[in-house]
């Protein structure tokens, strides 16, 4: 399980480092270009998925189950796109009643099997985003209202979110806990594992910046006691203003197996 995975990575992390890169895309979208809020399918469920003034794309789709499935990469600057995006899976809690979807597992897919996506898109600018062939892409621009603005001061306070996990027996479980804090344009907190027994461990700084851009909040920040920089994005989930989604996902080029990705779906 991704919960899992996350222990082991995080057994050998080190002191946390503050940041002093700004989240990459700006503020606010740029306009007669892609950049924006786009919803709908790409290929996991529906969901939300940004796109920065530099073309990256951070974005996921929670399934009924509990679960979520998140996207990363950049789609270029032409009108199409052809080539491959950075998936996770993010598993429910154990049952999904019982907390939020976890960390994440990279290059695994909603059905379990091993690999990025491959893509082949159509982009019309700041309208939709849609597949050629391939996985069933189907994005439409976000309208006025589709999603609660994420600004600095929406975000204002203290929010958290736990993931129940268990093990082969089901019975033996433990909590993996995101708490995050937002104030002006700074994001702080921390993730830990609440084991069996009650007791915390783990416990590793979240630590960096938001930057305002359109209805979303871009993320950037350290975690996990590693001064690589984490990038992904913060929205409410559409027709809420009380589930707020968090993610980021470090460099390829520098992740390894276990925190590629954190995410969370935290509350007030």
């Known amino acids: 399980m991704a919960s899992l995975v996350f222990i082991t990575a995080c057994s050998s992390g080190g002191d946390s480092s503050t940041i002093t890169e700004t989240p990459g895309g700006g503020n606010p979208p740029a306009s007669g270009t892609k950049a924006g809020v786009y919803t709908g399918n790409f290929g996991t469920g529906n969901g939300v998925y940004v796109i920065d003034n530099d073309n990256a794309i951070s974005g996921l789709a929670l399934a009924a189950d509990g679960s979520a499935s998140s996207l990363f990469g950049n789609i270029g600057t032409g009108s199409e796109f052809s080539g491959v995006l950075r998936s996770n899976f993010h598993d429910a809690s154990s049952p999904a009643t019982q907390g939020v979807f976890g960390a994440g597992v990279r290059g695994i897919d909603a059905a379990g099997t091993s690999g990025d996506g491959s893509y082949n898109l159509n982009i019309v600018n700041g309208q939709s985003i849609e597949s050629l062939s391939g996985p069933t892409v189907n994005l439409s621009a976000a309208s006025a209202g589709d999603l609660t603005a994420a600004s600095a001061t929406a975000l204002a306070g203290a929010w958290s979110g736990r993931h129940r996990y268990c093990g082969s027996n089901g019975t033996v479980c433990s909590f ?12 702080t907190g921390r993730t830990y594992i609440i084991d069996p027994e009650g007791a915390e461990n783990f416990e590793f700084a979240i630590d960096g910046s938001i930057t305002e ?17 984490y990038n992904g994005v913060a929205f409410f989930t559409p027709g809420s203003s009380s589930q707020l989604t968090f993610i980021g996902e470090v460099s390829p080029t520098v992740a390894d197996e276990g925190r590629t990705t954190i995410a969370s779906l935290l509350t007030r």
Do not use: R
Not at 176 to 187: A, C, D, I, Q, R
């Open 176 to 187: 993996l806990v995101t708490e995050v804090n937002f104030s002006g344009t700074t994001v």
């Open 213 to 229: 851009f359109g209805d979303v909040a871009l993320l950037s920040f350290t975690w996990a006691g590693d001064a690589s920089v």
